[in-house]
């Protein structure tokens, strides 16, 4: 059996009630197990004293579990509860603070009393202790978040590509307009305005370039900043036009060609205000149709112009979310 007593008791009345229960107890073949509450867990609610029996008595294997309960009066309260805690009873006990001893048997006897009734499957004698376990209803689950709704994206910036060996770094402006969500898909179609170049030495070209894209990806939200991955198709019309030659061999007519690429991108988003963003990316262009540009108008038949394949694009700039 397992015995609680508080340890306000004092020392000399706890080795009392020790000394008396251990004899009892030994009478009908049940070891003691007495254990100490600290001031701090003296006066728990009974609800918290039956949760805590149970688990008392299934960490010492015990038949059930008693504990003291002495009250600021000359009374004594000695709750028993079998291990199960189907079954909690109290007894009233009136002490003197003259008959210590006697009250130490008193609680002894009781102890006996109530293991001898466990022994034989019986009900510990004793009046019905008032126990009301309520278990606390279960939280309702969070409600589904509820999707955000999508947010027209429109942006506006610097962008930068890289054409061909021998055209320098092209520089332009790009537009841009997309259907956003916070976090999740979106699509996006985007324009270039980029300067005309002049090209060569010999044959002289003037090359404009006119690029669409259209293409989506996935948005990564992270409080004021925003991850894209973008994959997108570009569709680059090309106008090529030869301004001179070095023959009078006539000057190649104008032609205007669509170079296809896949285009992939990662761009990082700083909201400065909930409606306003900075943005900056990087990505490339994967032709998928390249070709060169060789002139007529000398001879032999020359190359000037050999496309790089593969292109690096960079973009910054800002976005408006409506």
Same mark, same amino acid.
């Given at each position: 059996?397992v015995f609680v007593v508080p340890?306000?008791?004092?020392?000399?009345?706890?080795?009392?009630?020790?000394?008396?229960?251990?004899?009892?107890?030994?009478?009908?073949?049940?070891?003691?197990?007495?254990?100490?509450?600290?001031? *701090?867990?003296?006066?728990?609610?009974? =609800?918290? $004293? !039956?949760? @805590?029996?149970?688990? &008392? #008595?299934?960490?010492?294997?015990?038949?059930?579990?008693?504990?003291?309960?002495?009250?600021?009066?000359?009374?004594?309260?000695?709750?028993?509860?079998?291990?199960?805690?189907?079954?909690?009873?109290?007894?009233?006990?009136?002490?003197?603070?003259?008959?210590?001893?006697?009250?130490?048997?008193?609680?002894?006897?009781?102890?006996?009393?109530?293991?001898?009734?466990?022994?034989?499957?019986?009900?510990?004698?004793?009046?019905?202790?008032?126990?009301?376990?309520?278990?606390?209803?279960?939280?309702?689950?969070?409600?589904?978040?509820?999707?955000?709704?999508?947010?027209?994206?429109?942006?506006?910036?610097?962008?930068?590509?890289?054409?061909?060996?021998?055209?320098?770094?092209?520089?332009?402006?790009?537009?841009?307009?997309?259907?956003?969500?916070?976090?999740?898909?979106?699509?996006? *179609?985007?324009?270039?305005?980029?300067? =005309?170049? $002049? !090209?060569? @030495?010999?044959?002289? &070209? #003037?090359?404009?370039?006119?690029?669409?894209?259209?293409?989506?990806?996935?948005?990564?939200?992270?409080?004021?900043?925003?991850?894209?991955?973008?994959?997108?198709?570009?569709?680059?019309?090309?106008?090529?036009?030869?301004?001179?030659?070095?023959?009078?061999?006539?000057?190649?007519?104008?032609?205007?060609?669509a170079v296809i690429a896949l285009?992939?991108?990662?761009?990082?988003?700083?909201?400065?205000?909930?409606?306003?963003?900075?943005?900056?990316?990087?990505?490339?262009?994967?032709?998928?149709?390249?070709?060169?540009?060789?002139?007529?108008?000398?001879?032999?038949?020359?190359?000037?112009?050999?496309?790089?394949?593969?292109?690096?694009?960079?973009?910054?700039?800002?976005?408006?979310?409506?």
């Amino acid at each position: 059996m397992v015995f609680v007593v508080p340890e306000s008791l004092g020392a000399e009345t706890r080795a009392s009630l020790q000394d008396a229960l251990a004899t009892q107890l030994e009478l009908v073949n049940t070891q003691l197990v007495l254990l100490t509450l600290p001031p *701090a867990a003296e006066t728990p609610a009974i =609800e918290q $004293r !039956v949760l @805590s029996g149970k688990e &008392l #008595a299934h960490e010492h294997a015990a038949l059930g579990v008693l504990w003291l309960d002495p009250r600021p009066t000359d009374h004594w309260f000695i709750y028993a509860m079998d291990a199960a805690g189907e079954r909690i009873v109290v007894r009233p006990l009136l002490v003197r603070q003259e008959s210590m001893a006697a009250a130490a048997e008193a609680v002894a006897m009781i102890a006996r009393g109530a293991a001898e009734a466990l022994l034989h499957g019986e009900p510990v004698a004793g009046e019905p202790a008032e126990i009301h376990i309520v278990e606390a209803p279960l939280p309702p689950p969070p409600p589904a978040p509820t999707p955000e709704p999508g947010m027209l994206r429109l942006a506006a910036g610097y962008c930068g590509n890289t054409f061909a060996a021998k055209v320098p770094w092209q520089s332009g402006v790009s537009v841009s307009a997309g259907w956003f969500a916070s976090t999740g898909p979106f699509l996006i *179609a985007g324009y270039a305005i980029l300067a =005309e170049d $002049r !090209v060569g @030495s010999d044959v002289v &070209l #003037a090359l404009t370039r006119h690029p669409i894209t259209l293409g989506g990806g996935y948005r990564f939200h992270f409080r004021s900043l925003s991850l894209d991955s973008q994959l997108s198709v570009t569709a680059d019309f090309l106008n090529r036009r030869t301004l001179t030659t070095p023959t009078e061999r006539g000057i190649d007519p104008a032609r205007t060609r669509a170079v296809i690429a896949l285009s992939p991108a990662i761009r990082a988003e700083l909201a400065v205000t909930p409606w306003l963003g900075l943005f900056v990316s990087l990505g490339c262009d994967v032709l998928l149709n390249n070709f060169e540009y060789v002139s007529q108008a000398t001879d032999p038949a020359q190359t000037v112009l050999s496309p790089h394949a593969l292109r690096l694009l960079t973009q910054a700039g800002v976005a408006i979310l409506r």
